[in-house]
T-cell receptor, first 116, second 117 residues
Framework: NAGVTQTPKFQVLKTGQSMTLQCAQD?????MSWYRQDPGMGLRLIHY???????DQGEVPNGYNVSRSTTEDFPLRLLSAAPSQTSVYFC???????????????FGPGTRLTVT | AQKVTQAQTEISVVEKEDVTLDCVYE???????LFWYKQPPSGELVFLIR??????QNEISGRYSWNFQKSTSSFNFTITASQVVDSAVYFC??????????????FGTGTQLKVEL
């Protein structure tokens, strides 16, 4: 298994540009999430999904959109990038509650985004 | 609301010293999980341990040990005989099951550990 994969690894955007951060997992996990990591603030939840077609907001959802059309993929869209969205973005997944170890989240390698 | 406090922003030790990283959490959930993750300079997040709220047994894994005390809402992490390879940022995280459905990890701000020769 490749686990959780994220593309791209690095990205530079100009203010106002749009882009999609890709996240995929091959472990058939039901739950997927996006976090951002900023210096001195730890990781904060942006959006999450409990299954295909179902998404919900986390702690810092403004400026981001998500959709979940398949179990494997959970893209994060920035419609109009702002310098405040400069951050490292992590995607995570975990199995359903039926799995005994379900509450461990598996993290991708991260995407470092800079908005100028 | 959930909260995780890692009061130690940065700790520097000399190799072979023992070091304890503190983690204090707040939650009204009676069912929750606590985690520790390691983030080395390469940037990935490495899972270290998961502990549920009903299991207060301390755990030891090699040079790593964890002390979970519900009475003080703490989940501290000790590295024995530290090594340079332990240099990283360490995050404590809380996952409330009842209010968060197990989907909302709350992270502390992290502790930067530097182990020097």
């Amino acid at each position: 298994n490749a686990g959780v994969t994220q593309t791209p690894k690095f990205q530079v955007l100009k203010t106002g540009q749009s882009m999609t951060l890709q996240c995929a997992q091959d472990m058939n996990h039901e739950y997927m999430s996006w976090y951002r990591q900023d210096p001195g603030m730890g990781l904060r939840l942006i959006h999450y999904s409990v299954g295909a077609g179902i998404t919900d907001q986390g702690e810092v959802p403004n400026g981001y959109n998500v959709s979940r059309s398949t179990t494997e993929d959970f893209p994060l869209r920035l419609l109009s990038a702002a310098p405040s969205q400069t951050s490292v973005y992590f995607c995570a997944s975990r199995p359903s509650r039926r799995d005994r170890a379900s509450y461990e989240q598996y993290f991708g390698p991260g995407t470092r985004l800079t908005v100028t | 609301a959930q909260k995780v406090t890692q009061a130690q922003t940065e700790i520097s030790v000399v190799e072979k010293e023992d070091v304890t990283l503190d983690c204090v959490y707040e939650t009204r959930d009676t069912t929750y999980y606590l985690f520790w993750y390691k983030q080395p300079p390469s940037g990935e997040l490495v899972f270290l341990i998961r502990r549920n709220s009903f299991d207060e047994q301390n755990e030891i894994s090699g040079r790593y040990s964890w002390n979970f005390q519900k009475s003080t809402s703490s989940f501290n992490f000790t590295i024995t005989a530290s090594q340079v390879v332990d240099s990283a940022v360490y995050f404590c995280a809380l996952n409330p099951i009842l209010t968060g459905g197990g989907n909302k990890l709350t992270f502390g701000t992290g502790t930067q550990l530097k182990v020097e020769l």
